[in-house]
């Protein structure tokens, strides 16, 4: 199919010419970047988006998404959009900043496949696929959900499988999505980045990264996204964002998500490709994977139950999740979950660091969407589902989710989130993706709550006063940080949170530490460090009493009688051993609140089944601050 | 989709399509409908032509006298069926067949709309007609104190901190420690919305300068505030926001060709609706 659809392609090349000056005229009249100055510290965390699908997604067409980067650039920065469904979004606040990562393998190619001549499509297969994309709405789902399973078994007709012919119409419709990037980046305001998703699996098992560019048009212009069909492993794409850098002066990352459908090759103690990992290997991965996402519709992979036993709040958004990998070709079986979630991940790390030098998964965390609508909704209550199949309406949150099948997955298990909390020094493409780069960032499930966190080895509680945060940067390193203590000392750590201005109340904040002792075994432990009403909530047996719950489901409301606006503190750890590697990482939960299905039952009056999930404490992980004793070699940065 | 995609996605339609497209068009024009009485099918010189090269191009190869004889019993088959179809009116009642038509109606208007570029007389009219849109934020200075949340423990704290700051306390030394600044510099009214709501903007606007006041209740709690400036939100210059202006001219050019298609087609239309009584 991609070969037929060629000639489409090149027409596009020939008229994307004139589109070039348009967009250099059109520079005037846009406060350039240079002129945006730089604060010394950040001073205000940014709000964002680094992972979202619009119709050049040959997913997102297929499920019926028509509106292109233009709207979802629109949508993010605040405007009211008309979505596929015919529905009237507006985000109830603009986001600060987003990048449009549509899926580098075929680029574009069903919205060409779906405009081809039928009469040029000649696979039965294809043919199939064509005729119900055009037949309606559901058909057209399920057509996209046969081709998504056709890819994971490797059945996809030969006409898919042949990057070589898709190059000529991804060239063509990046070019063009560059331009639109280029038109809406407003520096100061509103920041439009360009990436891509390079959408690499095994099988079934997901291994996607997000391809983050701190760059204009002039540089990223010099490349075409890169498709990871007939891969296997990271290491081509590592190959070209190293090929990208050398090229161009420019600079790129990569942000892996949904570790939690990997089916245990995400975060392996091996490399990619179940090899003995090299110390050259692990700094190869730190060095061009800095962040990780950690949260998103998809669900989320921060903790599961079946590895972080004692702490009761593990487990959030992995409802269905858990089963299987994405595609659900395979079950999941209970070893895979170590290698699949981000808390465990980060103590290999330090395993790892132990033995090679060089810690390979020294990652910071970040929430986003993965919105296949091309709208960036992060929020319960103004939900537009992952995909424009389940675009709001009465149906959704029963109906099954599973692609192609009846199995698994069902609407109700989708999160309506996350959100990227980034800590820039302005908001431009540079101090966003230096931020990520150092990582300086947070992940959130949504709710915007202002998290800051500094390590030190001498912080007191006095230091919580006055100006604290130039104390924090002074004295400590922020959070995605690297800590040393002097003979003696312990860390400490200042963290302050806030509560999300228009959203709930705060239950408590925790510090999770993962160390690893000098055998090699690997240790957890989640500290609850400051919480609403301690006088009332005394901790018993080391667990802090529930908030309490002030969810009306039926109403689909709560209240913020319970919890606090802002909880902060200084924590110094009390089980120090100035001779084990460890991180620290912040949770901060929020009081119970209703989930979207709890909304939709109330707007479309329908009956929830008994497993729906109606409310949940949303949260926020910070990126974590590693400690790395005196004695031993410093990791690699 | 971008117009240009969509403008060159149309252009590739095959003949088939080409030709009703042509059709309609010419329908638009002349406000007649196409003639369904035509009972001749010819696949002439350039057709042959076209499914050719359609085919070297897909495969890499020309296609051998058996596979072309295959293409053209192929067009013939879908000329044949696609105009019985119309003849017997299965279109009318084909809510996928009525969609794609007009949605090719629409690449046709959003072609149209692609080529043109905006005059600055034509940007200059959009400012005019919506100068808030384009109109800098109004950007305050000040100092916020952060006394904690909303209660009335809370309100006896802020008026002893008042005080305190009227008589010359530094505001770090009253203020509860928050992860928002204490000093806002010139930040415009959507960076402070971000950080504390919409109301403790609005209480912004009207709060005096140059002294405490409060507590001001914001989206996390009680402040007390000291504005030290606002400035107002400035009338709009071309030459400051021709890229928002150019983009929003660029989208309401193609929603304006559309609406003013369709427009052009209605009028030829007497539109009765019968409501269910």
């Known amino acids: 199919m991609k070969a037929q659809l060629l000639c489409t392609a090149m027409l596009c090349a020939a008229l994307s010419l004139t589109g070039c000056d348009k967009v250099s005229q059109a520079m005037a009249g846009q406060k350039a970047a240079a002129d945006i100055p730089e604060s010394a510290y950040p001073e205000r965390v940014l709000w964002g988006d680094l992972h979202l699908h619009t119709a050049n997604s040959v997913d997102a067409f297929g499920f019926g998404n028509r509106l292109g980067p233009e709207d979802a650039l629109r949508f993010a920065r605040g405007e009211e959009v008309t979505s596929s469904t015919g529905i009237k979004a507006k985000l109830a606040r603009a986001l600060d900043f987003v990048v449009i990562t549509d899926h580098a393998e075929g680029m574009g190619s069903t919205m060409a496949l779906y405009n081809a001549p039928r009469i040029m499509v000649r696979d039965p297969q294809v043919l199939r696929w064509y005729d119900m994309m055009h037949e309606g709405p559901d058909q057209s789902v399920q057509a996209m959900a046969e081709i998504l399973q056709a890819r994971a078994k490797g059945t996809l007709p030969p006409m898919f499988r042949d990057p070589a012919a898709s190059a000529k119409r991804t060239h063509n419709v990046w070019n063009t999505h560059l331009d639109t990037v280029e038109r809406y980046n407003d520096p100061g305001k509103f920041t439009a980045m360009m990436g891509f998703e390079y959408t690499l699996m095994q099988g079934g098992n997901n291994l996607h990264r997000n391809v983050i560019f701190r760059d204009g048009k002039d540089r990223v212009g010099q490349i075409d996204p890169l498709d990871p069909t007939n891969e296997a492993t990271p290491d081509k794409l590592w190959d070209y964002m190293d090929a990208y850098q050398a090229r161009t002066g420019g600079k790129v990352l990569a942000i892996p998500h949904n570790s939690n459908v990997s089916n245990g090759l995400m975060f392996m103690m091996s490399d990619g490709a179940g090899k003995t990992m090299t110390a050259a290997w692990a700094k190869r991965r730190a060095d061009h994977e800095p962040v990780v996402e950690v949260t998103q519709i998809k669900g989320d992979s921060e903790a599961h139950p079946f590895l972080s036993p004692n702490d009761e709040f593990a487990g959030f958004g992995t409802n269905g999740w858990d089963i299987g990998n994405l595609m659900l070709t395979e079950a999941k079986k209970p070893e895979m979950y170590a290698s699949e979630y981000v808390r465990e991940a980060l103590k290999r790390g330090l395993a790892l660091e132990q033995k090679l030098g060089n810690n390979p998964y020294k990652f910071g965390l970040i929430g986003s969407t993965d919105s296949h609508t091309s709208l960036s909704t992060g929020d319960e209550n103004n939900f537009f589902g992952k995909h424009t199949g389940n675009e709001p309406s009465a149906r959704r949150a029963m109906a099954t989710q599973s692609l192609g099948t009846t199995l698994g997955r069902f609407g109700w298990q989708y999160l309506a989130g996350g959100y990227a909390g980034v800590w820039a020094k302005a908001n431009t493409r540079a101090a966003i993706w230096d931020a990520l780069a150092r990582r300086e960032v947070y992940a959130t499930t949504g709710p915007r709550m202002t998290v800051r966190f500094f390590g030190g080895a001498d912080f007191k509680i006095d230091d919580l006063k006055g100006d604290w945060v130039k104390t924090g940067y002074a004295r400590g390193v922020p959070m995605g940080g690297n800590l040393t203590v002097g003979t003696g000392a312990r860390p400490s750590f200042i963290v302050s949170a806030l509560k999300d201005p228009d959203g709930a109340n705060l239950d408590r904040v925790q510090v999770v530490k993962g160390w690893v002792d000098s055998a090699g075994a690997l240790h957890e432990k989640v500290f609850d460090v400051v919480w609403s009403d301690m006088a009332r909530r005394k901790q018993a047996q080391g667990k802090v009493p529930a908030v309490g719950d002030t969810v009306d489901v039926a109403k689909a409301s709560y209240t913020n009688t319970i919890g606090a606006?802002?909880?902060?503190?200084?924590?110094?750890?009390?089980?120090?051993?100035p001779a084990y590697r460890a991180f620290y990482y912040v949770r901060v939960l929020e009081i119970p609140t209703p989930t979207w299905p709890a909304y939709d039952a109330l707007r479309f009056k329908i009956q929830l089944g008994p497993d729906v999930v109606t409310k949940a404490q949303e949260r926020a992980y910070s990126s974590p601050i590693w400690y790395t004793p005196a004695s031993a070699k410093p990791a690699a940065a | 989709m971008t117009l240009r995609d969509r403008a060159a996605a149309w252009l590739h339609e095959p003949l088939v399509h080409f030709l009703l497209a042509g059709a309609v068009v010419y329908a638009m024009l002349s406000g007649r409908a196409p003639d369904l009485g035509e009972r001749r099918i010819l696949v002439d010189q350039a057709a042959v032509s076209q499914l050719?090269?359609?085919?070297?191009?897909?495969?890499?190869?020309?296609?051998?006298?058996?596979?072309?004889?295959?293409?053209?019993?192929?067009?013939?088959?879908?000329?044949?069926?696609?105009?019985?179809?119309?003849?017997?009116?299965?279109?009318?009642d084909d809510e996928v067949v009525v969609k794609r038509m007009r949605n090719k109606m629409?690449?046709?208007?959003?072609?149209?709309?692609?080529?043109?570029?905006?005059?600055?007389?034509?940007?200059?009219e959009l400012i005019d007609k919506n100068p808030a849109r384009y109109a800098a934020e109004t950007r305050f200075s000040f100092d916020q104190v952060y006394v904690g949340a909303d209660s009335?423990?809370?309100r006896d704290k802020a008026r002893m901190a008042l005080a305190k700051l009227r008589g010359g306390s530094r505001s770090e030394d009253v203020s509860q420690p928050v992860p928002i600044p204490l000093h806002f510099a010139g930040e415009p009214a959507s960076t402070v919305a971000s950080m504390l709501g919409d109301s403790f903007v609005a209480s912004l606007r009207d709060l005096p300068t140059g002294q405490w006041s409060g507590p001001v209740l914001s989206g996390v709690g009680l402040h007390l505030v000291r504005v030290?400036?606002?400035t107002?939100?400035?009338?709009p210059r071309l030459e400051d926001v021709r890229q928002a202006v150019e983009n929003d001219w660029r989208a309401n050019t193609a929603r304006r060709a559309e609406d003013a298609a369709y427009r052009r087609i209605l009028e030829g239309y007497d539109v009765v609706i019968e409501m269910p009584k």
């Open chain 2, 228 to 230: 030290s400036a606002r």
């Open chain 2, 106 to 124: 629409l690449a046709l208007a959003a072609s149209e709309a692609e080529a043109a570029s905006p005059s600055d007389i034509q940007l200059q």
């Open chain 2, 152 to 154: 009335p423990k809370s």
């Open chain 2, 52 to 92: 050719a090269a359609r085919w070297t191009q897909s495969f890499r190869r020309a296609p051998s006298p058996g596979e072309l004889d295959g293409l053209i019993a192929d067009y013939v088959r879908d000329q044949a069926y696609y105009r019985e179809a119309l003849r017997l009116g299965l279109d009318k």
């Open chain 2, 232 to 235: 107002a939100a400035a009338k």
């Open chain 1, 565 to 577: 606006p802002v909880l902060g503190t200084v924590w110094t750890d009390p089980e120090f051993n």
